[in-house]
């Protein structure tokens, strides 16, 4: 998992990737570097390890200049962060790659290139393909068809981008389960992991599709498909403002991003709901006729967007009377499937390349699913191009690697998509017409929740001192109470759990003591008065409860009970209202705590890797 950005222009690009660099951050951050080429031929190289100033601070000192260069921020997978295992890796003093992704067979290519006399000095996967690349260079002699014949024995997942000091005026890349696009300027074009990473030089982007081979010069782009023939890849303008990258007035992106809520949820409604129904024709063209068809939905993805789809079982099985299961897309593509028929593959992704939801998804369209729709956030990504149906997210860039905006707004597409299916299997109009009212009055819900920033912030500071937390929730709050645990272990690394509250007479409430703060989650629904006799239980046990509840629901502070009234929401919708203060607890706490709250230790944003 890391991130790439290459640029061929007739300026010098030092500072187009370096700029490139800190908007991939998010990406990977154990180290990071940069190649050059310069006017006399010689690839200048950087690397450091730790984060993309370490590398910004090295430049500084020791200027590379030059109109050609790759550049990336790495996120370990082979090798532990060091300066030997940083990008960009070079075989002899004028071959340089990056890579994102893994090879499966580096160990065979390896110990054949190392019979052959080249030399490793890394302990990356990385190495082997650029030895691979100057082997190959020597006998054909041009840069291009070195790459060509170099990925034919590659298995695994990669994005490369390729220079050498012999042929000084363009990159090679090409791409096989990991993302890559090109940026398209005036006299120069570059390549990026991200479209976010080259937005201060351009708004028009060519995404590459699987198999893809290119040859980017400063004045032209041929692409060659995995067949070898040359393919026409169509550009497209980037549609969200340039100053999503940046965190304005707000102290993190996680902070900004949790504040943008109310605008992106509003946006993912836009055109796909009306004052009272949901337009399905949204979904695609196609929409209709399957989801006519439809008699089971499979619901694949992971982390957060595993937990969204959790809570999306709840309303689909409700509103629309249809089987659903939901499943980690890791787990779901290594054992034997027992397929329903006219079965909706459903798969949600914040990135869109996710290596196991992307092979997952792959995977069921050779299996005989009835159709695959994608939630997804990114335009031109993988997953939306291989999907039957999509229903594009409007959170805009996410920058904080712990999701919020993502998370909202795949729940709110999510909704839309349940009331589409559910209108084919029964569901009123009049209680079509009630959620989506309740729907549209969300982003301003959300806005009211925001207001209680300030009470939320002075509670987190109970948390100052803890290393453990328990969240509980009942019915569709369960997996809320799921992903309110994992931003709080994410960002401030304090070890916490979930559990449906119903089981907490089943084991956990061994660990209830007055150091175990218990989080709970109570809309005032059908659930609330067996939610408040799991609260005694807690409480009973000398247990500290921190609760997130109804105005109506009836539960007053006492003492070892906190309570923040949130205001009056729809059982249906309630499950996004109810994220959104889970989201600012865990922030106060983590900056209470000291953390890096945007890039946490040991994770990455886009998950690119299995």
């Not at 998010?26 to 570097?33: F, I, T, V």
């Not at 109109?67 to 060091?82: D, K, L, Y």
């Not at 089971?296 to 999306?312: D, L, P, R």
């Not at 453990?468 to 709080?488: D, I, N, W, Y």
Request: charged share 25%; with cysteine.
């Amino acid at each position: 998992m890391c991130g790439i950005v290459g640029a061929v222009s007739e300026r010098d690009v030092q500072g187009i990737l370096l700029e490139g660099l800190r908007r991939l951050e998010y990406r990977g951050y154990d180290s990071a570097g940069m190649a050059v080429l310069d006017g006399a031929r010689v690839v200048q190289r950087a690397r450091e390890v730790g984060k993309v100033a370490s590398l910004a601070a090295a430049i500084e000192a020791s200027p590379l200049t030059g109109h050609v260069g790759i550049a990336h921020t790495r996120w370990a997978t082979h090798g532990e962060p060091s300066q030997l295992n940083a990008h960009p890796h070079m075989s002899g003093d004028r071959l340089a790659i990056v890579h994102n992704g893994i090879i499966e067979n580096y160990q065979d290519l390896r110990d054949e290139l190392k019979a052959d006399g080249f030399e490793f000095t890394s302990q990356t996967d990385t190495e082997v393909v650029v030895h691979l690349i100057q082997k190959n260079y020597r006998e054909l002699g041009r840069l291009y068809d070195a790459v060509k014949a170099s990925i034919a024995r590659l298995r695994g997942a990669y994005a490369l981008a390729v220079v050498h000091a012999d042929e000084p005026d363009h990159v090679v890349v090409c791409r096989e389960g990991s993302p890559l696009v090109v940026g398209v300027g005036i006299g120069e074009n570059f390549i990026a992991s991200d479209q976010l990473a080259l937005l201060p030089v351009t708004d028009r982007f060519m995404f590459l599709e699987e198999g893809d081979l290119a040859d980017i010069h400063r004045d032209h782009i041929e692409v060659h498909n995995r067949d070898g023939e040359l393919a026409e890849r169509s550009i497209t303008r980037f549609e969200h403002s340039a100053d999503s990258a940046d965190k304005g007035e707000y102290r993190h992106f996680m902070l900004k991003e949790i504040n943008e809520q109310p605008r992106v949820i509003k946006a993912t409604m836009e055109g796909r709901v009306t004052e009272s129904s949901v337009l399905e024709q949204a979904l695609g063209t196609a929409a209709g006729k399957l989801l006519e068809d439809v008699r089971h939905v499979q619901i694949i993805a992971c982390g957060t967007s595993y937990h969204a789809g959790m809570v999306a079982r709840y309303w689909i099985e409700d509103l629309a009377g249809v089987p659903c299961s939901v499943e980690v897309a890791s787990e779901f593509r290594y054992r034997k499937h027992v397929i329903q028929k006219d079965t909706l593959f459903l798969c949600i992704s914040q990135s869109g390349e996710t290596a196991d939801t992307l092979a997952a998804l792959r995977q069921a369209k050779k299996a005989g699913f009835r159709a695959a729709l994608a939630i997804c956030n990114v335009p031109g990504s993988s997953l939306v191009r291989e999907s039957d149906l999509v229903i594009m997210t409007q959170a805009g860039p996410e920058i904080g690697v712990a999701s919020t905006k993502a998370f909202t707004t795949q729940l709110v597409a999510l909704l839309i998509f349940t009331l589409a299916l559910a209108r084919h299997n029964g569901l009123s109009e009049e209680r079509e017409a009630d959620i989506v009212k309740a729907l549209h009055l969300v982003p301003g819900q959300v806005s009211d929740v925001l207001a209680l920033d300030g009470e939320i912030a002075e509670i987190s500071k109970r948390f100052m001192d803890k290393y453990h937390a328990l969240f509980l929730g009942r019915g569709s709050q369960f997996p809320v109470a799921m992903e309110g645990a994992l931003k709080l272990k994410e960002i401030s690394y304090i070890h916490a759990e979930a559990y449906p509250a119903g089981e907490l007479k089943h084991g956990p409430l061994a660990l209830v003591d007055s150091e175990m703060p218990v989080i709970t989650v109570a809309p005032n629904n059908n659930m609330a008065e067996k939610l408040k006799s799991n609260m005694e239980e807690v409480r009973a046990r000398g247990g500290e409860l921190f609760v997130f509840a109804d105005r109506s629901a009836d539960i007053t502070p006492e003492d070892n009970i906190h309570v923040v009234q949130l205001p009056e929401v729809h059982e249906i919708t309630a499950p996004i209202v109810y994220t959104v203060p889970l989201q600012l607890l865990s922030y106060h706490v983590a900056v209470l705590k000291g953390t890096d709250v945007d890039q946490p230790r040991n994770l990455a944003k886009s998950v690119t890797v299995e």
